[in-house]
């Protein structure tokens, strides 16, 4: 996967593998979070599934 080039697309419209509708932005939510760390879910704005999560350290994002 790193190996591969990537190409930047600005028109780009993501498509939600779950029902299939464009992604112009995502919901996010913190989940849990304490001083070190902070979870976050990120979910389709048309049918609220979910499409990743990052998990942060606080210390590290500011
Ligand atoms: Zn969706």
């Given at each position: 996967m790193s190996d591969l080039p990537v190409k930047e697309q600005p028109n780009l419209r993501p498509i939600c593998p779950h029902c299939d509708q464009p992604i112009d932005c995502l919901l996010s939510k913190k989940m849990k979070s304490n001083f070190l760390s902070a979870k976050v879910v990120y979910c389709c704005?048309?049918?609220?599934?979910?499409l990743g999560f990052t998990d942060r350290k606080s210390w590290l994002a500011g």
């Open positions: 704005p048309s049918c609220k599934k979910v």
